[in-house]
T-cell receptor
């Protein structure tokens, strides 16, 4: 298995631009998570999906952030408009049920976003 | 609610010395506990996990951790540090039943001194 695949690996964009981050979970995994990692706040859970349905988006910072999962093999995290404070590494992770809690998650390599 | 506290944001050890990274958890229900390692510019990799079987858990790269309910701890150890162990280590907790969100600690950066 290729693991969780994220693209792009690096993204540099200007303030005000729309940014779309992409994630392909491991085939057969029915949970997908988006995390953000910064020096100041550590790892923050933004949103997670189960069977393509958003379950908890309480971690999404504000309305500028949105996430979708149109099918079991693809998810996007969109920021519109982007701001410099959105600069961070964004990780996608997936897991499978039943007992997905005990398996932990498999993480992608992350997307390093820089907003200038 | 579940949470973990990692004591010490930075730990330095000499090569060959004992590695001890501390993690204390808080959970109102029986937890599952995890240690993840993050090498520079990479994602998080599962190191080991406690899932209510054996309390002493062995992971990859010679690491192990012991679940101590009385101390609400899940400290990570390795008898002899190697230069390649330099990384950031995250402790995480989730519930054994119900919603299974992983709650991460703030991480401990391990430096190995030659």
């Amino acid at each position: 298995d290729a693991g969780v695949i994220q693209s792009p690996r690096h993204e540099v964009t200007e303030m005000g631009q729309e940014v779309t981050l992409r994630c392909k979970p491991i085939s057969g995994h029915d949970y997908l998570f988006w995390y953000r990692q910064t020096m100041m706040r550590g790892l923050e859970l933004l949103i997670y999906f189960n069977n393509n349905v958003p379950i908890d988006d309480s971690g999404m910072p504000e309305d500028r952030f949105s996430a979708k999962m149109p099918n079991a093999s693809f998810s996007t995290l969109k920021i519109q408009p982007s701001e410099p404070r959105d600069s961070a590494v964004y990780f996608c992770a997936s897991s499978s049920s039943p007992g997905q809690g005990r398996r932990g998650y498999t993480f992608g390599s992350g997307t390093r976003l820089t907003v200038v | 609610a579940q949470s973990v506290t990692q004591l010490g944001s930075h730990v330095s050890v000499s090569e060959g010395a004992l590695v001890l990274l501390r993690c204390n958890y808080s959970s109102s229900v029986p937890p599952y506990l995890f240690w993840y390692v993050q090498y520079p510019n990479q994602g998080l990799q599962l190191l080991l996990k406690y899932t209510s079987a054996a309390t002493l858990v062995k992971g990859i790269n010679g690491f192990e951790a012991e679940f101590k309910k009385s101390e609400t701890s899940f400290h990570l150890t390795k008898p002899s540090a190697h230069m390649s162990d330099a990384a950031e280590y995250f402790c995480a907790v989730t519930k054994q039943t119900g919603a299974n969100n992983l709650f991460f600690g703030t991480g401990t950066r391990l430096t190995v001194i030659p």
